[in-house]
Every structure is written in C-alpha cells, then in structure tokens.
C-alpha cells in the first residue's frame, strides 16, 4: 500500500466534503493494509478512522479502533514510543469529548509521563495535550486544576517558535476559567493579556480573537461595566457574522448578548 497516495485520495475525500466517501474508503482501505499485513499502514488507518468517527460524533465506533490501534503498536514494537502517546491521546481525546472525562484524564497522564520518560518535554503535542486536559477537568468543574494545566501550556508555547496565537487563544481559555470560578477581577486580567497578543499579531479576523471579545463582554457584564460589554459583544457579533454569515449560531448568540447589554445599559440610565 503506498501511503503518499492514500493521503491523497483521503485529502481530497475531505477537501470536497464528501464525508461518505472518506469513510468508506477509509474502511475499504483498512480491509486490503490488513490484507497486505501492511502493519504501518494498518495502524496509520486506524488512527485516521477513529479520527473520522470522533469528529462525526460516533464515538462508540471510534474506541475500538484505537484500541485496536494500540495492539498494533505492540505487534510493531512501537510500546513506549512517541507513536504509541500520540494514540493515547487520540485515545483520550475521543474519551473526553465522549463525556468519559475520568477515563479521558488517565489516559492523558499516561501519555504526558510517556513523553517525558522519552525525554520529551517543550513540544507543541504536549501543551495540546495539558490544553485538552484542562477542557476536562473544566467539565469536572476543578478550574484551579484547568488553570494549571494552562499554564503549564503556556510555558511550553513560549520555547516554541509562532506560537503567539495559541498563546492568546490560551489566556482566553484561563480567563474563562476563571469567570466560571467567579474571579472576574482575575479573568478580565487574562483577557486582556488575551486580546494584547492577538492584534500584537494582526490577527484581527482569527475566529479565537472574536471567543477572547465575547469573553471579556462577559467579564465585563459580570463587573457591571455594562458599555463595555456592549462594545466587546458588538465587535465580537460583527467578526462572527463577517466570517460565519449571520445564520450561524454563534451570531445569533452574540446577538442575543448585544441586546442583554443595551437592555441593561438602559436600566442603569434611568437609576
């Protein structure tokens, strides 16, 4: 099986989102690696079909496969290896996003220690991974746990070369955390730092740079600084409808917060 082009042919399934060809030609072409005994192949198509039903929501389908994934590793002698934490992580990610959030976390640690035991420490695979590990704890409700795990992101990123916007988009995930946690003061501290990074960058028209001015139209709602909020919603509702169109529901959701704002910009007028 020549890998060059079934990446190809994958690629080009997904560039014309025809998501039914992919999946059957993903399967169709586990059946002849497994045929061939192609057993780099076999493990390479695994992965990317456990992918595929994890981004289509089917997340009983993609389990086993990367369990299946991971017993060809062991038939590879890829045990221990940066192959072998990448499929954790595939692993756990589908776990997590599967609202299996203990499962999600074991696995994670399993592949973070891995990675270290390897030697492997300032890698942009690995802040992902402390990234998805704060989504999890998050949906514990643990956002002092959320937060270090950001900040353990963070450290990483800056040893890393243009990674200014994961930085940004980073902040907003720690000022997030933080409004749920009810530390407004704190939040709008890393939302600032946030929005400070993003248009350093230029980044004007990023779709995170429209999420860091939703959150600080929250922040700013939660302190009462009711103007302020109603500019960060409007900037943010204008950058998702130029990107998305006004039908997506990200719009209509901040369309929604721009007319909570003004109500309450109102109320406080006539106090």
């Not at 991974?129 to 270090?148: F, P, R, T």
Request: with cysteine; aromatic share 12%; hydrophobic share 40%.
């Amino acid at each position: 099986m020549n890998l060059r082009i079934f990446y190809r042919r994958l690629n080009e399934y997904y560039d014309g989102m025809k998501t039914y060809r992919a999946e059957w030609f993903l399967k169709d072409s586990l059946v002849e690696a497994k045929r061939q005994k192609h057993e780099e192949a076999v493990l390479i198509i695994l992965n990317e079909l456990g992918g595929f039903y994890r981004a289509m929501g089917r997340y009983s389908e993609a389990a086993p496969l990367f369990v299946d994934a991971i017993c060809t590793l062991r038939k590879l002698g890829l045990f221990h290896t940066e192959n072998h934490a990448t499929t954790l992580i595939n692993q756990a990610t589908n776990y997590a996003v599967w609202g299996r959030t203990i499962d999600a976390l074991e696995l994670f640690e399993a592949a973070r220690l891995m990675f270290e035991t390897l030697g492997i420490t300032v890698d942009f695979r690995i802040a992902s991974l402390h990234n998805n590990m704060s989504i999890a704890y998050q949906d514990m409700g643990e956002y002092d746990k959320a937060v270090d795990h950001l900040k353990d992101a963070i450290a990483i990123l800056e040893q890393l070369e243009d990674t200014q916007i994961e930085i940004a988009t980073t902040y907003t995930n720690i000022a997030q955390c933080k409004y749920h946690d009810k530390s407004f003061d704190d939040a709008m501290k890393d939302v600032n730092r946030s929005i400070e990074l993003f248009e350093e960058a230029g980044a004007f028209k990023d779709p995170h740079y429209a999420v860091a001015l939703e959150t600080k139209g929250h922040v700013c709602d939660k302190l009462g600084l009711y103007e302020e909020s109603l500019d960060f919603y409007t900037k943010a509702c204008e950058l998702v409808g130029e990107l998305y169109g006004e039908d997506h529901r990200g719009y209509q959701s901040l369309l929604f917060n721009v007319g909570k704002a003004q109500r309450k910009l109102k109320e406080k007028g006539k106090k």
